[in-house]
Nanobody, 115 residues
Framework: QVQLVESGGGLVQAGGSLRLSCAAS????????TGWYRQAPGKQRELVAT???????DYADSVKGRFTISEDNAKTTVYLQMNSLKPEDTAVYYC?????????WGQGTQVTVSS
């Protein structure tokens, strides 16, 4: 079992930056794929960015060039650096990890971008 805890959300003006963190209960991120998802009110949850065990990354078109996913050397924390934030980035952001043993979600952190 893996517990994921997100942090770093908050209120920011358009054009600003935030860095989200996803901390795992054990050293695990090197063994599977970690992703950030988001869900805005009234909308489906969507994939924002992923990083796999080989450190390859992928991004939704809507965040390419603005968001960067990374992980620490200890493979226990994954980050989402969000720059040039837009009001449409407002959502609850969730960390997700999956490997051959299962899929795990964090509790989510709210990001609100004011215009």
């Amino acid at each position: 079992q893996v517990q994921l805890v997100e942090s770093g959300g908050g209120l920011v003006q358009a054009g600003g930056s935030l860095r989200l963190s996803c901390a795992a209960s054990r050293r695990t991120f090197s063994l599977g794929t970690t992703g950030w998802y988001r869900q805005a009110p009234g909308k489906q949850r969507e994939l924002v960015a992923t990083i796999n065990s080989g450190d390859s990354t992928d991004y939704a078109d809507s965040v390419k060039g603005r968001f960067t996913i990374s992980e620490d050397n200890a493979k226990t924390t994954v980050y989402l650096q969000m720059n040039s934030l837009k009001p449409e980035d407002t959502a609850v952001y969730y960390c997700n990890f999956h490997d051959i043993f299962g899929t795990y979600w964090g509790q989510g952190t709210q990001v609100t971008v004011s215009s």
